[in-house]
């Protein structure tokens, strides 16, 4: 099994374990704001959509706007401490949020556990980059990210499947995963992320602005339609909520079974491939979901939706980890990550503006040739010698 495995044998044991404790906090997090606070607040709490929502979004704003400087504080302070203490920080939040009566108290609670989230990503992205067999980069960031994006669609389902009924029994389930959590990062308190183990050459960091591009981008296009594609699934498409998780559930295993391969072909010097490849793929299926396809067409877009993410995901992290600088990596990661946040915050609003004046088609227009533009960009752009 280790032969096939994209991290080092000798640093698999405290990896695991911080992916774990993550994957918990984050499964506590996304079913505290999306599963348990639906149902909580207005009934124990008091307090009504306008003030659960907006907890949510000073959440976000505080972990996003603040992970350059969490990644720095992963890199100088140690991970592990830095993952002590985000996980802390949720558990004190959850034990408060019954107190949390006055809409003051709901957002300062939020704010103070963004804010300590903020070291996590780049922490473990960097980790992962630092420990990744030679040769295998792209797959062992690709791998790190799939293992834990599916703890948030755990949290969310799992919490608001009980929350319907018992709330107060599904913050005390919510109690229990962050006290995992944070019982796995006491573990692993005198952990560190280790340093690069050669030096490479200096990269100018004038070079960090063509990343951004993408950063952006991967975030914004599909947020412009994340929060009506239950609707537009059902008066464009036909599709019922459950037909529609079918498909994307296809979608997702598809990229997830090809990132064996995408991933080998990324780190045997194909990011550029990959990249662009994924970034135009995305683009066309995003235009022709908002042409109206038949179901026959959309039970084909779906498996090619699956292989663009597929491509992109290795791609994107592949562009990465050649080419930025091994000084300050997780600084330099985190001011990349609040880019990407700030791309997931704008997409809904720009959406929402773009179907009142538009149409309900016209946000997957402008989705899809934001990432056709990407994939022309970075065809041009990574053609130079400088890039290879």
């Given amino acids: 099994m280790f032969r096939w495995l994209p991290w080092r044998k000798e640093e698999l044991g405290p990896f695991l374990r911080l992916v774990l404790a993550l994957g918990l906090m984050e499964g506590a997090r996304s079913g505290f704001f999306a599963g348990l606070l639906p149902f909580y607040a207005p009934e124990h709490l008091g307090l009504g959509p306008a003030v659960f929502t907006l907890a949510f979004t000073l959440h976000q704003l505080a972990e996003n706007l603040s992970k350059s ?120 308190l005198r952990f560190r992320i280790p340093l690069p183990q050669e030096r490479r050459e200096r990269v100018s960091y004038h070079r960090l602005l063509y990343f951004l591009p993408a950063a952006f981008g991967q975030t914004f296009a599909p947020g412009l339609v994340s929060l009506f594609l239950l609707r537009f699934a059902k008066e ?60 026959q067409e959309v039970l084909l877009l779906a498996p090619l939706g699956g292989l663009g993410f597929g491509l992109f995901l290795p791609g994107w992290t592949g562009f990465l980890v050649r080419h930025l600088p091994q ?3 997780a600084a330099i990661w985190g001011g990349l990550m609040t880019v990407e946040g700030l791309g997931l915050a704008l997409g809904p609003a720009v959406g929402g503006a773009l179907w009142e004046a538009f149409g309900l088609e016209t946000p997957f227009y402008v989705g899809g040739g934001i990432f056709l533009g990407l994939a022309l960009f970075y065809a041009l752009v990574l053609r130079g010698k400088a890039w290879k």
């Fill in 69 to 188: 400087l969490g990644g720095l504080l992963a890199e100088r302070l140690g991970f592990g401490r830095m993952v002590a203490a985000a996980a802390a920080t949720g558990l004190l939040a959850l034990l408060l949020t019954p107190q949390a009566e006055a809409p003051l108290g709901l957002w300062s609670l939020a704010l103070l556990w963004g804010l300590s989230m903020s070291t996590l990503y780049p922490g473990l992205l960097t980790l992962a980059s630092r420990i990744a067999v030679a040769g295998r980069e792209a797959r062992a960031l690709s791998f790190t990210l799939v293992l834990v994006m599916p703890w948030v669609g755990i949290g969310v389902v799992g919490t608001g499947q009980v929350a319907q009924q018992h709330p107060a029994t599904a913050l005390h389930l919510l109690l229990l995963a962050q006290g995992a959590a944070l019982a796995l990062a006491l573990s692993l």
């Fill in 236 to 295: 464009k498409l036909g599709l019922e909520p459950l037909a529609l998780g079918g498909l994307l559930l296809l979608g997702g295993a598809v990229a997830f079974g090809l990132l064996p391969f995408t991933g080998r072909l990324v780190d045997r010097g194909g990011y550029r491939l990959a990249l662009v490849g994924g970034l135009g793929l995305l683009g066309w299926v995003m235009v022709r979901l908002g042409m109206g396809p038949s179901l």
């Fill in 327 to 329: 000084e300050n990596r």
